[in-house]
């Protein structure tokens, strides 16, 4: 499988040692931040508006990262409601020191978009 078929390339970040877990590894959580960032960028711009997270579900953490590795997040919009967006993130992992990449986090997001009266507006 190629990065393409992933989706769009949203964002690019370093692990640094404040994202790590107690057991050295780089936080979960931090993966899924970094993720949802990307969701977002991608369903503001698709919505043309402010778009805001309802829902995520469907999280894998197929591989793991370390410090210094660099992650690349990936997503494409899967599906479209009346006033939502459904958005797949696939996040993939490349060591520091070379070219190997992994799968390291996936999972879905969906995004209402809002009009200026904070209420939802069709896409």
Known sequence: MSASDFGDLMIRATAMPADTNPYGGVFGGWLM???????????SRVGRG????????????????????????YAKVVKTGRTSLLVEVSSAARER???????????????VLLGEDGRPRPV
Do not use: H, I, R, Y
């Open 50 to 73: 402010t778009a805001v997270v309802v829902s995520a579900t469907d999280f894998s953490f197929p591989g793991k990262m370390a410090v210094g590795d660099e992650l690349s997040v």
């Open 33 to 43: 931040s970094q993720m949802a960032l990307g969701a977002g960028a991608l369903a």
């Open 97 to 111: 020191n070379g070219e190997a990449t992994q799968l390291v986090a996936a999972g879905t997001f969906k995004f």
